[in-house]
């Protein structure tokens, strides 16, 4: 099993997950993490986007776990935003998204899905409906007299881009993703300095965001590959 995962994962991923598992362990043990939980979350997200970068359909069922991990974490700080972002959003929309990977494989196997390259008018529809979405969510966050509501709106923004990016199939999703983990790491900075068990957290999506830089150039050259091999 050992030989196997050896010969999936490329050198740089295997060290790339090492040395986010280091970070992450030394930031829980060092800042004493607010919870096993988190942990938890944090080591299931990294191992995600590991799989995730590799268009492996298994990432966005870790997604779902991680989502309603997080969906707790943000309910005990307050960021009511991020609970239903996370919970109403993020999780039903990675169920989908492995619902379509899975019907969208790149040959035989279900290993990878098929990438496929989103066009003008596509990025354009996804981009007005962001608007309307984002909307609404500031009002229900506001209502709900969520903490730091700017950030935590830009969050629900930047989400609602990468869900529906990653539905497509396009590898913009780990852009959209990596601004996404700016807007969190924004959004626990506060909370990591006003209590330093939230450093992991921060941390988190620290790690996330070098996991989603990777994930676009990795899609890019997956699309590249399938393109070739197609011919």
């Known amino acids: 099993m050992l030989k196997a995962l050896k ?19 030394c930031a829980f043990v060092i800042f004493k993490g607010s ?17 995730c970068a590799k268009g492996n359909p298994v990432g966005q069922a870790l997604i779902i776990v991680f989502s309603i991990i997080y969906s707790y974490i943000s309910f005990s700080r307050r960021y ?12 039903p929309m990675a169920a989908a998204s492995l ?8 040959g035989s196997s279900r ?36 903490a730091n509501i700017i950030p935590s709106t830009l969050s629900v923004a930047t989400s609602f881009l990468a869900v529906s990016l990653t539905l497509r199939r396009c590898a913009l999703y780990a852009l959209a993703y990596a601004m996404n ?12 300095l006003d209590n330093t068990s939230y ?4 941390t988190c999506f620290a790690v996330f965001l070098v996991h ?6 990795n899609w890019n050259r997956l699309r590249r590959l399938q393109a070739s091999n197609d011919r």
Do not use: H
Request: proline share 4%; net charge neutral; glycine share 6%.
């Open 35 to 51: 919870g096993t939980l988190s942990y938890i979350a944090s080591l299931i997200g990294a191992a995600s986007l590991i799989l």
């Open 111 to 146: 290993a990878q899905v098929r990438v496929r390259t989103v066009n003008g008018k596509e990025l354009s529809i996804i981009a007005l409906l962001t608007i309307p979405v984002t909307v609404l969510f500031y009002f229900i966050l506001r209502f709900f007299a969520t």
């Open 212 to 217: 989603d830089i990777y994930g676009f150039f």
């Open 181 to 192: 983990d700016i807007v969190l790491i924004a959004l626990w900075l506060p909370a990591s």
């Open 7 to 25: 010969g999936y994962f490329t050198p740089f991923e295997i060290i790339l997950f090492l040395v986010s598992v280091t970070v992450l362990t």
């Open 80 to 91: 009511y935003g991020e609970m239903l972002t996370y919970a109403g959003m993020t999780a």
């Open 99 to 106: 619902y379509v990977w899975l019907k969208n494989p790149y």
């Open 199 to 202: 450093v992991p957290v921060l």
